[in-house]
């Protein structure tokens, strides 16, 4: 901005000597009507000079503009900073340079009107002078007239607004919360030998397509450290549900104090067996999210622990009979362990995530079932900030 005064007192010092006085002169004879004159710089600002005549073009000469342009720098920058400190989207500065420095024929005011910059991209921040004088002569200095459409902002000017408003959501905000939603598989992990109720020792054999697990949660990540930090700590509450389905013709049998995987001898054809549990469980862990140049997410890792507690288990049985398809369904807790609790990681690119979970404890109470422990994987497929 200030290099554009800079421009147009030297363009004015032009037209108000030599050949450009001579043109002005054809507007002499309309005293009642102003006339105006528009100045277009090469750093697309425009400026428009409004006076009545051309007499009071050819005394801008008299104005000492070569002193008053260095003044105009420094109340610029006045007008700018009180802007930017100021709690209303517009200040108006007025200083006074003929009281200043009297008998040198400055103009007797000079008003300053600067709009609050904003972070959304478009026109550049708007700087209205007018000096006033006996004359009335009335300069007034945007990035654009008002006849003129505003040109888009380039694309780097686009570039630079969206990260400076990431950069301030990054510091302002030290906690955060966002909606996770996991979908992946179950799979038994650290079996021990088991034997069926009939004596004969096997493994349990889950059918990997429909032992899902699904999760949903709310979690809350705390920064540690400055507001540069990319350390923070992760905990919110989270509804589990873990599905583990047989192959084969096996069904789960809850019999005798004991919950036993029993091979099905009656005929019957199972096309679903599973065993189902819903928790809630507690995450605590930490987390690197790491940033580009531009303050959007890039790597994260997150490794911790978690406790829950099992709401409920059931299971459920579909087969075919003589043409018609059952449906058998069975609340119970089949001897499985209440209180969970286990590690857990994830690990992921911008808006990808991975996550493993292992429950260090036994999926059944000991001697009561089978002996193992459960590995969930999968992928963290919504995640909503």
Do not use: C
């Not at 972070?119 to 006849?147: Q, R, W």
């Not at 192959?247 to 091979?263: C, E, I, P, Y």
Request: a positive charge; hydrophobic letters at 35%.
């Amino acid at each position: 901005m200030q290099r554009a005064f800079l421009s147009f007192f030297l363009l004015m010092l032009a037209l108000v000597s030599g050949p450009n006085v001579a043109r002005a002169t054809a507007l002499a004879g309309r005293a009642t009507v102003k006339d105006t004159i528009v100045v277009r710089l090469p750093n697309k600002a425009v400026l428009t000079l409004t006076v009545r005549d051309a007499a009071q073009l050819r005394q801008l000469k008299n104005y000492h503009l070569d002193s008053l342009t260095s003044r105009l720098a420094g109340y610029i920058a006045q007008a700018e900073a009180a802007a930017k400190s100021g709690k209303s989207e517009q200040v108006t500065m007025e200083f006074y340079p003929d009281k200043d420095q009297p008998g040198k024929n400055m103009p007797e005011q000079i008003r300053i009107t600067t709009h609050k910059p904003t972070a959304s991209y478009g026109p550049s921040n708007k700087v209205e002078v007018l000096l006033e004088k006996k004359t009335g002569l009335v300069i007034n200095i945007d990035g654009k007239d008002d006849s003129t459409p505003r040109s888009a902002a380039s694309r780097a000017d686009r570039q630079a607004s969206r990260d400076s408003t990431r950069r301030k959501e990054l510091e302002r905000h030290s906690t955060k919360s966002h909606l996770i939603f996991d979908l992946g598989l179950n799979a038994l992990v650290n079996q021990k030998q088991y034997f069926t109720p009939a004596g004969q020792a096997e493994n349990i054999d889950l059918r990997t397509e429909g032992s899902r697990y699904v999760n949903i949660g709310l979690n809350w990540d705390a920064r540690l450290g400055g507001k540069h930090s990319p350390l923070s700590l992760t905990v919110g509450p989270e509804f589990a549900f873990n599905n583990y389905m047989l192959s084969g013709n096996d069904k789960w049998v809850n019999a005798n104090g004991r919950t036993d995987v029993v091979r099905e001898t009656n005929g019957r054809q199972f096309q679903k067996t599973k065993l189902a549990t819903s928790s809630i469980n507690l995450p605590l862990m930490l987390r690197l999210q790491l940033h580009d140049s531009h303050y959007r997410p890039t790597f994260t890792i997150g490794a911790g622990g978690f406790v829950g507690y099992r709401i409920k288990s059931w299971t459920k049985l579909k087969y075919t009979s003589e043409g018609t398809t059952y449906k058998d369904h069975d609340d119970g807790s089949y001897n499985m362990e209440n209180f969970l609790y286990g590690l857990q990681g994830t690990i992921g690119y911008r808006d990808l995530e991975f996550f493993g979970k292992y429950n260090m404890n036994g999926l059944f109470k000991t001697n009561v079932g089978p002996d193992t422990q459960v590995l969930s994987f999968g992928v963290r497929i919504i995640g909503i900030n």
